[in-house]
């Protein structure tokens, strides 16, 4: 699979700031992520990511040289590759949440409804391709 071409650089103009507070938003849900249950943590990063190469140059270029998220970032950037670690991390998550909403929900439909989100969500992310050094 070829290269994507790299993301535009930040534009000055007057939606310059949003696509800022928007990657900075995003990059403090996907911190948040990490210690609250069931509040993901990629797709915050990568959005951030996104923002950031349209708002901050600075913060794009922190977030792809970041040792953990930096890989992650690039591997999405390039190949819309997702590796098969977090493909795992992300299925037994969503499958606790699940867990928890059958066990909390106060309708069943409510914790259905719940389940079948995360089971698409599981789908499109399996179907997603691995980085070749997976």
Known sequence: MPDLP????PRPGRLRWVWWLVAYLALGLGVVGVVVPG???VPFVLLSAYAAARGSQ????????HRVFGPMIRDWQRFGAVA???KW???GS?????AILFLTAPRWWMAATGTAIMAV???WLWLRPEPAQS
Not at 6 to 9: D, E, F, I, L
Not at 58 to 65: C, I, K, N, T, Y
Not at 94 to 98: D, I, K, L, N
């Open 6 to 9: 790299p993301p535009p650089a």
């Open 39 to 41: 509040l993901p943590t």
């Open 58 to 65: 600075r913060l794009h270029d922190r977030l792809q040289a």
């Open 84 to 86: 098969r670690r977090a």
């Open 89 to 91: 991390l992300a299925s």
């Open 94 to 98: 969503m499958a606790v949440c699940a």
């Open 121 to 123: 969500v599981a789908l």
